[in-house]
């Protein structure tokens, strides 16, 4: 085992001619035959991926597969003192395990990613990270994804694998407000609809389908997070540009709890609303792929 410091390997799995054509062939066959289905757009450039809920080894098949289809680069933390260990190192590096040297003395995280997104310039990379930490059940996320994406002013590409609506991929591309609390809530809000295999052992707990809501009513939703506050309803139709926005529409999304209504305030004596962090997170599976607004 040598003490040499690791560095993130340029050229993975994902670049040779195996990966392009056989194992993208024997992905999409696998696929197809299996009924699953890819998220239809991979965002572009580099990005802080987070992949929940984790409940399964074959989380990370889904998931790979998902990326050799989009023709993804990921790469994935891990133990430098495992990089090094012969053999199963230079696998786990072909694999794209990111050495990560937790001494003192160990480049940083964040500046070993810097670093290395400078020579991925125009290629899809995604550094992986599972915020259970685990296969097992769990009652928090751990955080250090938004610290690496803070700190390599990244965004972070909400990943799933959903074995209810057999769908793998990224399915929004979130930009982050600066207000971390807020920013982990409603991220964990979206993964609340998402079916990992063991539903009992995800977090946060699987609260059930998205419910069905109308044009209008997703227009009332975008409008709200786009207004990044609360709003009174003319604010919101104005946005929403609905030629009538009623009080039965406001009332259905209240009591799907998805926004909640404030009482009329005394200055403009009109009620104002807000999105709740279940609305948050419905946002996020209405806008794939997109930064926010």
């Known amino acids: 085992m040598t003490n040499k410091a690791l560095s993130i390997r340029e050229k993975t799995i994902f670049d040779g001619i195996f990966t392009k054509y056989f194992l993208k062939s024997l992905f999409k066959l696998w696929f197809k035959l ?42 994935f933390s891990i133990k430098d003192s495992l990089c090094k260990t012969p053999i199963l190192g230079t696998w786990l590096m ?84 600066g207000n971390k609390d807020d920013d982990i809530q409603a991220i964990q809000a ?36 786009s207004l990044k506050g609360v709003a009174t309803k003319m604010e919101i139709n104005t946005k929403a540009k609905l030629t009538e926005l009623s009080n039965t529409m406001l009332a259905l999304l209240i009591e799907k ?8 305030d005394a200055k403009n004596n009109e009620s104002t609303y807000q999105l709740t962090f279940a609305g948050k997170g419905y946002f996020l599976h209405l806008t794939p792929n997109m930064h926010n607004q």
């Open 190 to 225: 979206s993964y609340k609809s998402i079916h990992g295999k063991f539903i009992e052992d995800q977090y946060p707990p699987y609260s059930g389908q998205l419910p069905l809501i109308s044009e209008s009513e997703i227009a009332i939703i975008q409008a709200l997070y």
């Open 257 to 264: 709890g998805l926004l909640e209504k404030h009482p009329v």
């Open 34 to 75: 299996a009924g699953w289905k890819v998220c239809k757009v991979a965002p572009e450039g580099a990005g802080v991926a987070i992949a929940a809920p984790h409940t399964s080894n074959w989380d990370f098949v889904y998931a790979l597969g998902a990326a050799i289809l989009q023709d993804v680069k990921i790469y």
């Open 94 to 177: 072909w694999l794209g395990a990111m050495p990560i040297n937790r001494t003192s003395q160990g480049q940083g995280q964040v500046d070993q990613i810097k670093a290395f997104i400078d020579s991925q310039k125009g290629n899809r990379v995604f550094f992986l990270f599972t915020p259970e930490g685990t296969r097992s059940a769990v009652t928090k996320w751990k955080t250090g994804f938004y610290h690496v994406a803070q700190g390599c002013d990244l965004p972070i590409f909400l990943a799933k694998v959903d074995y209810q609506s057999k769908e793998t991929g990224v399915f929004h591309t979130f930009q982050l407000t």
